[in-house]
């Protein structure tokens, strides 16, 4: 039997993306083990991240200076604007370094099974900045669900006043892919996103 305190450890832990109870018990203990060298440390670092971290109020990213860096750097491409869901969507994304321009983080997606409108998320604030400032294209890199889909096609509709080219991210074969292991909606999309060789 365990104490309660490791007992309310592992149930929040478990409440982590992709931890369930038994992989947050496996963390637990082995944080435990390495108390000075990793729990402690950790600890530290997730309260000084609890009282330094804020969201930016240009993009909605997470940083420790208003606005972030990203929003800062000059050495960005002003001209573009890409789209996302969450703030791990422009990590991932300013990760690749392949894009080089400005974010706009939504949080999260129209749902109409979950009660989630378009005042639910940050639409106004990036139709806003669409009339305020000159961007060339709008890049909506939202997820190929139906909830993504969905709200892509409505901040499409959004914009469409404005001159400004909208595009999505193509969707279909990922790289390294083979096509038999794919689903078939996956090869339906890939598909139909076909371009000339």
Known sequence: MTGSEINQAVELLAKLPGLGPRSARRAILHLLKRKETLLLPLADALTEAAKQVRQCSHCGNLDTTEPCGLCLDISRDRSTLCVVEEVADLWALNRSGIYRGL???????????????????????????????????????????????????????????????????????????????????????????????
């Open 103 to 197: 974010y706009h983080v939504l949080g999260g997606t129209l749902s109409a099974l979950d009660g989630i409108g378009p005042e639910d998320l940050n639409i106004a604030r990036l139709i806003k900045r669409a009339q305020d400032q000159e961007f060339r294209e709008i890049i909506l890199a939202t997820g190929a669900t139906v909830d993504g889909q969905t709200t892509a096609h409505y901040i499409a509709e959004q914009l469409n006043s404005q001159n400004i080219q909208v595009s999505r991210l193509a969707h279909g074969v990922p790289v390294g892919g083979e096509l038999d292991y794919l689903d078939d909606g996956t090869l339906i999309t890939a598909l139909n996103s076909r371009r000339p060789f």
